[in-house]
């Protein structure tokens, strides 16, 4: 049915015209409702409860580092604006510095840092609609100002690599959804630290597969993060397989002696739980780059998730993965 209308394909229209403007309709509604801020809740005291997660108020310091005369010119108003504050709910935020953390401008103090194990959270602050900042806002007030990265602004990396050279044995709890736990668990393992502190999951994805498997369930149901840290200083570490895959070109069967025993490899890539080949790789793909062309169509998990069914159900019916399972070979373990 190349070329004309169908039957299916006047069906998948209609279909997908009526769920585009529901999807509207359930943007504009969820939208009234975050726009509703909830009252202010004191945190003072919280902290009492895990304790041992937090990271004591003088156990930073910024490094004085000597420039000469002509660096000192260019870096010298960046170097003061290296000021942190914290206020008597906890608030600690780097006055006029920006967005990014100054790394590579700190140390720990080890003595003020003992006998505590310090929680290291990353927030992807385009989770979960609006569940993602509200998280972060209530992080940065229960733990020390090192202790919360958003992801939106910057990469784990270099958080990983400070807290690995501390040689504190802190623990990582990851709020986001399954790509953006990968993202922190392949940072890792890039890094190969002496000491791999143990991962916890917050899920506020839109799927959050790896969350349940783990038993950190299938989605955060709002409300205040105190629980969780709990939980989270109390959980024991498990292990996890990692699958390393190598996506290759696949050899015509019969060809000369000359040629590689394998095809060229085209790109490398490590799962966790779950690997996509087709639609629903190609779904993901969409999602992913409708929600960094246009971030405040989402704005709840109901919402993501009819985006999704808007997306397979296009990519179903428009013939993007026909014949792909003849095309390809899956190879496991050598066999």
């Known amino acids: 049915m190349d070329g004309d209308y169908g039957g299916v394909e006047v069906w998948v229209i209609v279909f997908t ?10 943007v504009s509604c969820t939208g009234e409702e975050l726009s509703k801020s909830a009252p202010a809740v ?3 005291g919280e902290r009492k409860t895990f304790r041992q997660l937090v990271l004591p108020d003088a156990a930073v310091k910024v490094v004085d580092k000597p420039t000469s ?10 170097t003061m604006k290296l000021a942190m504050a914290r206020t008597a709910e906890g608030i600690m935020a780097w006055l006029m510095y920006g967005a990014h953390t100054p790394w590579d401008d700190l140390e720990l103090n080890k003595d003020e840092a003992a006998g505590h194990r310090p929680l290291l959270v990353f927030v992807n602050s385009r989770s979960g609609g609006g569940q993602g900042v509200d998280l972060l806002q209530e992080l940065q007030i229960l733990l020390h100002r090192l202790q919360v990265v958003d992801l939106k602004e910057e990469t784990p990396e270099a958080a990983l690599r400070w807290w690995s050279k501390t040689g504190q044995r802190y623990r990582v709890l990851v709020c986001g959804g399954d790509g953006t736990v990968g993202w922190v668990l392949s940072c890792l393992e890039e890094l190969q630290p002496e000491y791999p502190p143990p991962v916890a999951i917050l899920p506020i ?3 959050n597969d790896l969350s349940r498997v783990l038993g950190w369930g299938g989605g955060f149901a709002g409300g205040s993060v105190v629980p969780v840290l709990q939980k989270v200083g109390e959980a024991h570490a498990a292990y996890i397989d990692r699958w390393l895959v190598a996506c290759r070109d696949v050899l015509p069967e019969g060809r000369p002696a000359s040629l590689p025993a394998v095809g060229r490899e085209r790109k490398n890539l490590t799962m966790c739980n779950y690997l996509g080949v087709g639609i629903d790789a190609a779904v993901a793909l969409d999602f992913h780059q409708m929600r960094e062309r246009s971030p405040h169509l989402f704005v709840s998990r109901l919402v993501n998730k009819a985006w999704y069914l808007k997306s397979g159900t296009v990519n179903r019916y428009s013939r993007l993965c026909h014949g792909l399972p003849s095309s390809i070979v899956l190879e496991c373990d050598g066999s």
């Open 17 to 26: 015209s009526a769920l585009a403007v529901l999807i509207a309709l359930l």
């Open 42 to 44: 004191s945190l003072r």
């Open 205 to 207: 994805g839109t799927g």
């Open 69 to 78: 005369p002509q660096h000192s010119k260019v870096n010298r108003p960046q």
